[in-house]
């Protein structure tokens, strides 16, 4: 997941913050290319560590436990910059959509869904939760399994709780990545995920692990890291179910929102009827009639004329999983292209610059064509694309800004 208010479970901050803080989007940060992500010395962790000790002995974990699970750990400052970056917080809906469900993601998920097609009906018999809800949940965290992170989870959760900012929240998901361990239920080679602890298929951190984990394929153990997700998605479910969600109803949909529309009737806050929407003009954005599922809201992330939903109760419930408003459409706009719909029927348009998703991804790779290494052709602009940018307009002899513009992109074509 990404980073619950309640359950902090990373992502696409995280992950992509996270980081999701992701790829949930992007490739997840490897700690044997990264520095950051390697153990290093720090005399004040290091006594934060003998202090923790002592309180979770105080708590029923054994010396065993605690000697077998530090081993080879350490502080990471890697996390604590990741956890000031998180992708879901900070980039355009455009943006984050690019990078969390582009579609050759959604064409690789279709397939990786189709096999896991029996296990997830299973799961949603059970607990109510769709089972293309609980596939784009999966896509989004790990790449639909196949990006699981490799950050060593104690190592990440002792050093976001020696940091303090939100020490006591970490410190709750360290003791209970030991409880894990002591339960037998992972190896403490097994838990590895996100930045901030997240594990397993559906990246849950060890809070709502302890809360939810579900042995739903009866093998005695409520398994999350393995190769069968089949534990990872009852656990999800069951999360979702716990929350509120509520079975047979949807997460929202795509509308489109009349002229003069007012934007101060946007947001979550501002719910309303379904009639009540239908009366001020709020159409599905590929026809027929609005479904009604209770009191909705209606968003438009980046402000009228883009992309705009209407959303319901159990939106509300995904955004428990992940706070970020982005990261619940996406988990909704991946779900609908995973039981087969299309892309969105709106156009997100020209960004400031007057560029579309597809000239930022031409630009890219006329840059990286010219020998300048632009990154992924994902048409999502960060520091790689800026630095590409500059060394084009440097060994041009341009005006060096960093900039991307329409001008720039016709030199590279």
């Not at 579609?103 to 096999?115: C, N, P, S, T």
């Not at 894990?180 to 809070?207: C, E, F, N, Y």
């Not at 428990?320 to 982005?326: F, I, K």
């Not at 969105?344 to 998703?357: E, H, I």
Request: charged share 25%; net charge positive; glycine share 12%.
């Amino acid at each position: 997941m990404t980073i619950s208010r309640r359950f902090f479970t990373v992502s696409a901050a995280a992950f992509l913050a996270g980081c999701r803080a992701g790829t949930p989007a992007v490739a997840r940060p490897d700690p044997l290319t990264d520095p950051g992500l390697r153990p290093q010395p720090n005399a004040s962790y290091d006594a934060w560590v003998r202090a923790f000790r002592d309180r979770a002995r105080s708590r029923g974990i054994s010396n065993a436990t605690l000697d077998a699970a530090f081993r080879g750990q350490g502080y990471l400052p890697g996390v604590i910059e990741r956890d000031r970056n998180q992708t879901e917080f900070k980039r355009s809906l455009e943006d984050y959509l690019a990078i969390v469900a582009p579609e050759d993601k959604v064409i690789f998920g279709k397939r990786l869904y189709a096999q896991q097609r029996s296990a997830l009906s299973r799961v949603e018999a059970r607990y109510g939760v769709p089972a293309n809800i609980m596939g784009s949940i999966w896509g989004l965290e790990s790449y639909f399994g196949t990006k699981r992170g490799q950050i060593p989870v104690i190592s990440a959760t002792s050093t976001l709780a020696w940091e303090g900012r939100r020490g006591r929240f970490f410190e709750s998901n360290l003791m209970n990545a030991l409880r894990i361990v002591q339960s037998g239920d992972a190896r403490p080679a097994q838990l590895k995920g996100s930045w901030a602890g997240a594990m397993g298929h559906t990246q849950l951190i060890p809070d709502a692990y302890q809360a939810h984990a579900v042995d739903f394929n009866g093998d005695g153990k409520r398994d999350i890291w393995t190769d069968d997700p089949t534990d990872a998605f009852a656990t999800t479910a069951n999360f979702l179910a716990k929350a509120g969600w509520r079975k047979g109803g949807l997460w929202g949909l795509e509308v489109t929102l009349p002229s003069g529309f007012n934007p101060g009737s946007l947001g979550r806050r501002n719910k309303r009827s379904v009639d009540s929407w239908r009366a001020a003009g709020v159409r599905p954005a590929r026809g027929g009639k609005l479904p009604d599922h209770g009191a909705a809201a209606i968003l438009a992330p980046m402000g009228l004329g883009k992309p705009a939903f209407m959303v319901f109760r159990n939106f509300d419930m995904i955004l428990r999983y992940n706070p970020s408003e982005n990261y619940g459409l996406a988990v909704g706009y991946m779900a609908g292209r995973l039981a087969g719909g299309g892309p969105l029927v709106a156009s997100f348009g020209p960004d400031k610059y007057g560029m579309t998703l597809q000239d930022r991804k031409d630009l890219q790779k006329g840059l990286t064509r010219a020998g300048f290494d632009a990154g992924k052709a994902d048409g999502v602009f960060g520091k790689k694309t800026e630095a590409a940018i500059r060394a084009y307009q440097r060994a041009k002899g341009l005006p060096i800004d960093g900039l991307p513009s329409r001008s720039l992109l016709l030199k590279l074509r």
